[in-house]
């Protein structure tokens, strides 16, 4: 018997099995190379689809903290913006700008990040003391909030940060 003869898998996977612990899951949006040439249309398309899904999540808690736990709107608002923050930094990294990883990008991003916080908390809080506490007046503060944040985050991070080498 030959040795190829002699070693038949078991499974009809075996050969794609390994001892080794399995790779951490990447965001299947995008195979290609990390690099920041990707064309202005793609990187707005792609921002604006990954804040609307990063939105969804700060939105949704902000709205549970506030209306179902009773959380004050500035904290309700903080950890919706954690949470929806952390979710669009790693998509916009890997797959809008498609950067590689980097200490002095994510300084960066992090700096920028706590300067629109500062804004869209502000703007958020300031019309919650002007109009109704309602979730219609709650999402109009946020849809303003965030809309400055928004504008304000992709022009720095793709005319400064994602440009850092």
Same mark, same amino acid.
């Given at each position: 018997m030959s040795e190829e003869q002699q070693h038949q898998p078991e499974s009809p996977h075996e050969e794609f099995e390994s001892p080794h612990a399995p790779?951490?899951?990447? #965001?299947? #949006? @995008? @195979?290609?190379?990390?690099?920041?040439n990707v064309d202005l249309k793609t990187q707005i398309i792609r921002?604006?689809?990954?804040?609307?899904?990063?939105?969804? #999540? @700060?939105?949704?808690l902000t709205l549970i903290l506030q209306y179902g736990v009773g959380a004050p709107e500035w904290l309700a608002k903080t950890c919706g913006w954690i949470l929806g923050t952390t979710a669009a930094y790693l998509v916009n990294r890997r797959w809008t700008f498609r950067a590689t990883p980097s200490a002095r990008r994510f300084i960066a991003v992090a700096l920028l990040y706590l300067c629109t916080f500062g804004i869209q908390v502000g703007i958020y809080s300031g019309l919650a003391q002007v109009w109704p506490e309602r979730p219609i007046y709650s999402l109009f503060a946020y849809v303003i909030a965030q809309g400055t944040a928004t504008v304000i985050n992709f022009v720095v991070q793709r005319m400064v940060i994602f440009k850092i080498e």
């Open positions: 790779m951490p899951i990447e #965001l299947p #949006l @995008d @195979d290609q190379e990390a690099s920041t921002f604006i689809v990954t804040g609307v899904g990063s939105g969804v #999540l @700060d939105f949704g």
